[in-house]
């Protein structure tokens, strides 16, 4: 709060400065970053603060934004610290060089030449600034590839990954060989794809046995599902068929969208069996028929689980290059279709922005014992602490606020009596209606 002052000038206007708004807390997708091994250890960060104001319109800086880098494919969610629970999903940093604000730096006080109008010439108060947005949240790292390779253990995907690309993963003759997932760069004529190999599923996985919600949730990012199904049974004897409607299942029931996934099968390990073997006839005669009844019923409508069974053998080779050819063409497609999809997109900063700025304007009423009444609020208790308490222009100039924000009438519907206390933050008021005064708060307890 301050006035002109200079020779000759007896009545210089209101000339204070606003004092600078913090720094904000921002997360960058980065891709030249490959986990969140930064984040480990060290849980707390802190952007700077603004400086204050000062006299003849002298603002304050602003706060230095403190900008967090993490892997591209990382997903950010509010976090409980209390019930240590995850909240709404604030973004999902998927591309290169994506960015959303997850701690906005608080907003500098306005100095008093904001408070100038017809009838107060001479404002003798300032807002005081913002205390800093503080909380908590939840990185999750998800794997970010065009096709994901999925089945039973020990069908052939690490097999298939290593023939297919350049990945060395760990290969044996032995269920659960690959543990985490493995990804591998494929090309096939001048297209390339980063192809994933997720570790084998078992039936109950979408419940989390087989550490299924750890494979699954990687899935998730995958435009394509390579479902591999070891036609010779495996070293159990198990039925083709059964696998196949077994991992499908699990896809389904672990989330509805990955039932509606364009997918690929895939037959591994042909070369072990005859050409006219029963059980390849019978899950090219399933696929088919799921195929069918995903395109309405019609044979030659677009499905999203192509029609073709694909025959391979990881060991020698035998129809790797056809694989390829039909994955590379797919990822093709669901690349532009993505890249329409994506042009109209707002920013997750804008999605977020416009959801916190809604949550920020609520306000609820709620009956805190007999004749007691607390508001709680974002924005309200903002307002609150914003207010120099030991300046009555200042209180007044809350009280209006309030009115025009609608406590007033909030405290009236809720059932509020003359004389009841009103709470917000740590402050205390005497109510009284309208009726009983000009301002709803006349009298306040600190």
């Known amino acids: 709060m301050s006035f002109r002052r200079e020779a000759h000038v007896p009545k210089g206007g209101p000339d204070g400065g606003d004092g600078g708004?913090?720094?904000?807390?921002?997360?960058?997708?980065?891709?030249?970053?490959?986990?969140?091994?930064?984040?480990?250890?060290?849980?707390?960060?802190?952007a700077t603060r603004g400086t204050h104001g000062k006299g003849s319109k002298m603002h304050g800086s602003r706060g230095e934004d403190l900008i967090l880098k993490v892997p591209v494919g990382t997903q950010v969610r509010e976090y409980s610290e209390e019930d240590r629970t995850t909240g709404e999903l604030i973004a999902d940093l998927s591309h290169e060089g994506e960015r959303v604000i997850v701690a906005e730096g608080g907003a500098g006080g306005r100095g008093n030449i904001h408070f100038v109008t017809s009838t107060r010439r001479a404002p003798a108060f300032a807002e005081l600034g913002e205390p800093a947005r503080e909380g908590w949240i939840e990185l999750e790292m998800k794997l970010l590839a065009d096709a994901a390779l999925v089945g039973m253990p020990s069908v052939g995907k690490s097999s298939l990954i290593a023939r297919m690309s350049a990945a060395k993963p760990k290969i044996a003759d032995y269920p659960f060989t690959t543990l985490t997932p493995n990804l591998g760069v494929a090309t096939s004529g001048d297209d390339s794809f980063v192809l994933a190999d997720v570790p084998g599923l078992i039936e109950g996985a979408h419940e989390g046995r087989g550490l299924g919600h750890e494979f699954l949730r990687h899935i998730e990012r995958s435009a394509l599902i390579v479902h591999v199904v070891d036609i010779?049974?495996?070293?159990?004897?198990?039925?083709?068929?059964?696998?196949?409607?077994?991992?499908?299942?699990e896809l389904a029931r672990y989330a509805d969208e990955l039932a509606q996934r364009p997918r690929?099968?895939?037959?591994?390990?042909?070369?072990?069996?005859?050409?006219?073997?029963?059980?390849?006839?019978?899950?090219?005669?399933?696929?088919?028929?799921?195929?069918?009844?995903?395109?309405?019923?019609?044979?030659?409508?677009?499905?999203?689980?192509?029609?073709?069974?694909y025959q391979v053998s990881a060991v020698t080779g035998q129809g790797i290059d056809q694989l390829k050819a039909a994955i590379a063409s797919k990822v093709r497609g669901l690349r532009e279709e993505a890249a329409k999809a994506d042009e109209d997109a707002p920013s997750y900063d804008q999605v977020w922005e416009l959801k916190r700025h809604k949550r920020d304007a609520a306000f609820t009423v709620t009956p805190e014992g007999?004749?007691?009444?607390?508001v709680a609020g974002r924005q309200v208790e903002r307002m609150v602490v914003q207010t120099d308490w030991d300046n009555e222009e200042a209180v007044g100039f809350l009280q209006h606020?309030?009115?025009?924000?609608?406590?007033?009438?909030?405290?009236?519907?809720?059932?509020?009596?003359?004389?009841?206390?009103?709470?917000?933050?740590?402050?205390?008021?005497?109510y009284e209606s309208a009726d009983g005064a000009q301002d709803i708060f006349a009298e306040l307890d600190i």
């Not at 010779?232 to 299942?249: C, H, K, L, M, Q």
């Not at 799921?290 to 999203?304: C, K, Q, T, Y």
Request: with cysteine; charged share 35%.
């Open 21 to 46: 708004h913090g720094g904000n807390v921002v997360l960058v997708a980065d891709a030249q970053k490959s986990s969140l091994i930064d984040f480990r250890f060290k849980h707390h960060f802190k």
């Open 232 to 249: 010779t049974g495996g070293f159990e004897g198990r039925d083709p068929v059964a696998d196949y409607e077994i991992i499908t299942e």
């Open 264 to 309: 690929i099968i895939v037959a591994n390990k042909v070369d072990a069996v005859p050409e006219d073997d029963e059980r390849l006839q019978a899950l090219a005669e399933r696929v088919r028929a799921d195929s069918l009844e995903a395109a309405g019923g019609d044979e030659f409508a677009p499905s999203p689980i192509d029609p073709k069974l």
């Open 370 to 374: 007999e004749g007691a009444w607390r």
């Open 401 to 430: 606020r309030m009115r025009r924000l609608g406590v007033d009438d909030a405290l009236a519907a809720a059932g509020a009596r003359d004389g009841d206390e009103v709470r917000i933050c740590q402050i205390a008021f005497d």
